[in-house]
Structures are given as structure tokens and as C-alpha cells.
């Protein structure tokens, strides 16, 4: 089974929001690979949440960032933000304030939310949301703090349009234990059948279910057609699918890099950000599984309908 088999996004506007500079490379870098090919028609930006000035290298961490995101497919740097913000410094012992974080995205993402009805459908500048999930990965408390902004933000945006579909689609990057962590490409295989045995089962639950809404094969195209309609109250748009393009948004992607594509990864990390390759990096690009597969899953606010 192909890459192409799998889920994936096509003509969405996507934010990658992380961190740290060399967030994007080391954890996220089969994500980013994946989404900027040409064919897709995605417009990939990251956000930066600081510029990782821990150990004072914070002007030299936002120019090696850029690097890493033209390496990894991004269209232009300034598809790049990395904020220096004191509100969000780089440490270890402190998870960032989540109302802040949500503010920043509301603003940046969602400016017309303020003076949008309730009636009317909240409008964003983006269609899906990458980031980690409440594990971070490694735990570390500003990892945890992009995904609680996140969640935040989706809540936000649909506080006073109970029933609206949301215009997000947010993903969260899926943290594992340490053994598979640190599993490489053997991680890689086990995601992979996974992920077929998700397909499978997908396909035949859907099938199951059409088969017991049509009432079995003696139901005619146009019957079948009227029972969709009639069941979805009159609206024939699917759970999660785009008001535009009609393209549904997945409950879960998995991007697998091959060996090109590692290679990329592994030079956006070792080129470009050189002043993070202390020996223990080594060690995590040769075994690390999140240089080569990253699985994602869609995280839905509250109060979501249509």
C-alpha cells in the first residue's frame, strides 16, 4: 500500500505551530515533507513560540530555523514567524500561560471572530492546525502548552457558535513510549500496519453502514441518494468535510519518510541547526521515530456540528 493510500490534505491552508526552533526538524520534519509537496497545493506556515534564548542563542536559533523550514519544503521565510515573547521564555520547569498562546492565535487566525454573529459561521485564515499533543513527546511543559493553546483556541472559536462546524481541523502529533520512541524504523513498520488495519476497518465499517442505510442492493441510486439527504436533515455535506472543495478532513494522518526524505530531515537537522547537534542529538537523528514517521490525530472541540 502506497503513502498515497493513506489520508492526507490537500488545498489547505495548514499552521505548523511548535515550540523551539528544531521542534520542526526532530519531531515534525515527515509531517512538513509530506504536506509541502507540490502536487498537495498546501500553503504550510510555522509558528514559533520562542526563539529557544535558554542559552542566549536566540538570533542565531530564528536564522537556523528558517533554514530547516527551506530545506523541509516551506514556501518562503517569511512562512516562518518565531516570536520573542517574554510571556513564553524558553525553560523546562514552567508550562506556558494557555489564555496568552490562545490570545496570540485568535488574533493572528481568527481577527474577525470578535465582531462575527453567532448565527454566522466563524471564518479563520487557516484550515487545520498541527501541533503537539498534551504528552508533548517528551513532556516538556511548553510542548504541552502549544497543545493546550490549541484546544483553547478551537473552544474559543466556537464559544458562541454552538452547532457551526469548525472552520479547524486541529492535529496533534501522537506521543508513544520510550521504546518506540527510540525505535526507528522498526516504529515505522509497526505505524505503518497499523495504519492499514485502520483502512481496512474503516472501509468495511463504511460499507456495513451503507449497505444498512440503503436497505440492502434493491435500493436504487436515486433512493439511496434521498436517504442521505433525508438523513443528514436535508444537508448531503459529510462530518468533517470542507464547505468549498468538498474535501473531507481525516481523523488521523500518518506520513512515513523514505530514505530521500530522511536525508532531508537529517540535513535540516545537522546543517541547519548546528548549534543544537550536542553529542545526545546524534544519537536521538540515528534511532529517533519521529525523524522518520509521525502519526497525527484530529482533536474536535465541544459544541461542533454542522
Known sequence: MSRTSFPTLRMKRILLLIAHPDDEAMFFAPTLLALTRPELGNHVKVLCLSSGDAEGLGETRKREIRESVRL??????????????PKLPDNMQNPWPTPHITSLLLSTFAPHLPTTAPTTAPTTTIDALITFDSHGVSS??????????????LERLMANHAGWKCPVALYELRSVNVLRKYSGCVDAV???LRAIFSVITARDRDKRGWEALSGGSGASTGE??????????????????????????????????????WYKALKAMVTAHRSQMVWFRWGYIAVGRYMIVNDLTRVKPAGAGR
Open 224 to 261: 439511496r441518494g434521498r436517504r442521505v439527504v433525508g438523513a443528514s436533515g436535508g444537508r448531503s455535506k459529510a462530518d468533517g468535510e470542507d464547505e468549498e472543495d468538498k474535501t473531507p478532513m481525516p481523523s488521523w494522518l500518518l506520513f512515513v519518510s523514505g530514505v530521500g526524505d
Open 72 to 85: 523541509l519544503g516551506v514556501r518562503s521565510e517569511s512562512d516562518c514567524l518565531v516570536l520573542d515573547d
Open 190 to 192: 509497526v505505524s505503518v
Open 140 to 153: 516538556h511543559p511548553n510542548h504541552t502548552s502549544c497543545s493546550a493553546g490549541a484546544r483553547l483556541f
